[in-house]
């Protein structure tokens, strides 16, 4: 496509070439024939009385420069144009390729180091090379006031898109996450970048984003090595796959730096404690997210003891035809919420309604192609697949995995 536009530039130019030397050549003959003084006609006869070619030279040699003048001016027009018709379509993905590719830079100097250029904001540091996770330090305010140096686990990126829309890592960035060591960047959030400057952020998260396939199995490549810990006992850390998923990251490699993770969001303390068994008897009490102890999951996910219970298969099936209408499957209910995440302003569960902040794990969002900035702008992604929107897809976690979790959850007491 690239080398499409150019040719296409190439001959644009070529026919602008010729078509302005044609017109300084005639204007210059013109011109210097125009600028002979008149003597007199009693010295020299007028020009405008001068004869002119006589017929045999006005129809002959003269008539055969002017027709090949006008033929090669003819052609040039009628294969110039065209080609340039024909290729404007590869000049415009060029063009769109050069957005697309400038903005990617733009972000990737913000995303560099400190130090590394004037534009470099530092996120590497926090979040890793590429966005695959970090851990940073962290000045902890206590309740007495004092100040605890913490280590901060801090989530991969290159996961991101798979579980938030544009629309929701743009709110995020402009805003920040309080109480934690991700700060607000976006003007709208009292932060110093503009809206362009966090779009570029966007992109270039955008462009380092690992495939569904690829995330699913990291996912199951360290399950199966969280699976195989132990405690110093012997006996092993942890109890279910569901306890693992639900803390995944929570170990020495600091894997994602817990982006996979569903007590980062919903446990206070895991994010920088150190020792498991610290967060254990509060594992799910809520923390940015809301609370899942204490019954919370069985009230808004109500399992269903009537007479005309569902009927289904596995847990987790859907609901077998012959079941009365009406019936709900509360299992499914919440297998799927954690699948697609909640949606903001719609109803889940019996009395919950979404903001649209819980993620999905198990399907990535829809990528609409325009949507609206904090600041109120509307952004028009023009130059990602086409303009068109992106439809929802594959997830970091397969269905089996969110399952684990959600009997995990259900657990929780």
């Known amino acids: 496509m690239t080398f499409a536009a150019v040719s296409n530039e190439t001959i644009g130019w070529t026919i602008f070439v010729v078509i302005f030397v044609g017109v300084i050549v005639y204007a210059s003959i013109n011109i210097l024939r125009g600028a002979k003084p008149e003597l007199g006609s009693e010295i020299e006869l007028a020009p405008n009385r001068k004869p002119y070619l006589p017929d045999d030279q006005l129809e002959g040699p003269k008539l055969d420069r002017t027709l090949s003048l006008a033929l090669v001016t003819l052609f040039v027009i009628a294969v110039g144009l065209p080609l340039y018709w024909i290729l404007e379509p590869g000049r415009q993905a060029g063009a769109t390729k050069d957005f697309r590719e400038t903005f990617e830079a733009r972000g990737a100097a913000m995303f560099a180091p400190v130090g590394t250029s004037l534009d470099a904001l530092g996120c590497e540091g926090c979040h890793g090379p590429k966005g695959v996770g970090g851990i940073t330090n962290y000045n902890l305010i206590q309740a007495d006031g004092s100040v605890k140096v913490v280590n901060w686990r801090v989530p991969a990126l290159n996961t991101a ?92 490699d600091n894997f994602a730096g817990g982006a996979y993770a569903c007590a980062r969001c919903h446990t206070q303390q895991w994010s920088y404690t150190a020792d498991y068994s610290q967060v254990k008897s509060i594992m799910g009490c809520g923390a940015l997210g809301p609370s899942l102890c204490s019954g919370s999951v069985d009230r ?6 009537s007479a005309t219970a569902c009927t289904s298969g596995a847990a987790g099936a859907p609901a077998a035809s012959s079941s009365p209408p009406g019936c709900v499957n509360p299992i499914q209910d919440q297998i799927d919420f954690v699948t697609t995440g909640s949606e903001n302003g719609k109803k889940y569960g019996v009395h919950g309604q979404g903001t649209g902040r819980m993620p999905g794990f198990g ?16 952004i028009t992604v023009f130059y990602e697949n086409n303009g068109k929107s992106v439809d929802a897809g594959p997830g970091m976690l397969p269905n089996d995995l969110v399952e684990k979790i959600v009997e995990y959850e259900r657990s929780l007491r």
Not at 209 to 233: F, R
């Open 161 to 252: 898109l798979l579980r938030f829309s544009r629309e929701e890592l743009t709110y995020i960035i402009t805003y920040g996450r309080t109480f934690s060591p991700m700060p607000a960047w976006g003007v709208a959030g009292g932060g110093a970048l503009n809206d362009q400057q966090v779009q570029n952020l966007v992109d270039y998260i955008q462009s380092i984003q690992i495939s569904p396939d690829e995330a699913q199995q990291a996912a199951k490549d360290e399950l199966a090595k969280m699976m195989a810990e132990k405690n110093p006992d012997g006996s092993p850390k942890w109890a279910s796959e569901g306890e693992a998923l639900f803390n995944m990251g929570f170990d020495s």
């Open 300 to 305: 808004q996910f109500p399992a269903n003891t």
């Open 363 to 378: 399907s990535s969002p829809q990528q609409p192609q325009s949507y609206t900035a904090p600041d109120g702008n509307q």
